[in-house]
């Protein structure tokens, strides 16, 4: 729970969304300055991620092949035409007599 005078009526909340973010930064309130730093945490996860996604993109395809390769298949388009990029045993699951499911409630009626 928060406990703030600034944070605690919904006109209050409101007129947060008019404020720039320096404004928001001056009000000092821990919420909103955790919010500040995940965003930057965010903003710099993402470069990782493209830096990562780059590098793993130049070598997907050598990859890809290579696995073809050693299980003797080759690779299909998927749905919407881009290269299927998985591994893992695809297994039978379909059960051989019908079964009838019927919903049951999460929490128990009282």
């Not at 944070?7 to 973010?21: G, I, K, Q, V, Y």
């Not at 001056?26 to 903003?43: G, S």
Request: glycine letters at 2%.
């Amino acid at each position: 729970m928060i406990e703030s005078k600034k944070l605690s009526n919904a006109d209050t909340l409101a007129s947060l969304f008019d404020m720039t973010t320096a404004q928001l930064r001056e009000l000092h309130e821990p919420l909103i300055d955790f919010a500040a730093d995940i965003n930057a945490l965010t903003d710099a996860m993402q470069e990782q991620t493209q830096t990562f996604n780059a590098t793993v993109a130049r070598w997907r395809p050598l990859l890809v092949r290579g696995m073809s390769e050693m299980r003797g298949t080759k690779p299909y388009p998927d749905a919407n035409r881009t290269l299927r990029f998985s591994y893992g045993d695809v297994r039978d699951t379909c059960r051989r007599t019908p079964q009838v499911i019927s919903p049951s409630p999460i929490c128990p009626e009282s």
